[in-house]
């Protein structure tokens, strides 16, 4: 697989990029403790150098620098207004649960699981579940419970699709 390649499937196989950011520019926006984001800004830098690995080897640096202006400005107006950010928030948790329902479609159009492992989103579940629990823990943030609530139904929801429709092999 090329490095094109890897950017669509690991931009495919994640949360839209943006909210990542978003969720990360608000947790630091309200001072939460570091500990309950710190695995955004690894996800984040990863990205990062993967898609500037393929714009340098592509010969698109021009567009790569266009492109990171583009992340600071939006960095900066995320904070501009307490609404705005909040705002974004709320939008980021409805693209991500609309991210999982395409998934969802996806998976009951074609009654096979495919590619999509039991195992990964089994993960994802518990990654949910933690996070309410830390949420509930240092911050009680109700845009944050109600997001990690949200996708913890969807994984579980993805997750079963997924066991449901997987293919068992056949033994003599």
């Given at each position: 697989?090329?490095l094109?390649?890897?950017?669509?499937?690991?931009?495919?196989?994640s949360s839209?990029?943006?909210?990542?950011?978003?969720f990360?520019r608000?947790?630091?926006?309200?001072?939460y403790?570091?500990?309950t984001?710190l695995?955004?800004?690894?996800?984040?830098a990863?990205?990062?150098i993967?898609?500037?690995?393929?714009?340098?080897?592509?010969?698109?640096?021009?567009?790569?620098?266009f492109?990171?202006?583009i992340?600071?400005?939006?960095w900066?107006?995320?904070?501009?207004?307490?609404?705005?950010?909040?705002?974004?928030?709320?939008?980021c948790t409805?693209?991500?649960?609309?991210?999982k329902?395409?998934?969802?479609?996806?998976?009951?159009?074609?009654k096979?699981?495919?590619?999509?492992?039991?195992?990964?989103?089994?993960?994802s579940?518990?990654?949910?579940?933690?996070?309410?629990i830390?949420?509930?823990m240092t911050?009680?943030?109700?845009?944050?419970?109600?997001r990690?609530?949200?996708?913890l139904?969807?994984?579980?929801w993805?997750?079963?699709?997924?066991?449901?429709?997987?293919?068992?092999?056949?033994?003599?």
């Open positions: 697989m090329d094109q390649e890897s950017w669509k499937y690991r931009k495919h196989k839209v990029p943006f909210s990542l950011l978003v990360l608000y947790q630091i926006y309200y001072g403790p570091l500990e984001y695995e955004f800004p690894v996800v984040i990863q990205d990062a993967l898609l500037g690995c393929i714009m340098h080897f592509s010969g698109k640096v021009r567009r790569a620098f492109y990171a202006v992340f600071w400005v939006g900066y107006m995320l904070t501009l207004q307490k609404r705005i950010i909040d705002l974004a928030m709320n939008l409805l693209i991500s649960a609309a991210s329902l395409v998934q969802l479609q996806h998976l009951w159009e074609t096979d699981s495919g590619q999509a492992s039991a195992l990964t989103w089994g993960m579940v518990y990654a949910s579940a933690a996070r309410i830390t949420t509930l911050t009680n943030d109700r845009a944050v419970l109600t990690f609530i949200v996708m139904i969807l994984n579980i993805v997750t079963a699709t997924i066991l449901h429709y997987r293919k068992t092999k056949k033994t003599d």
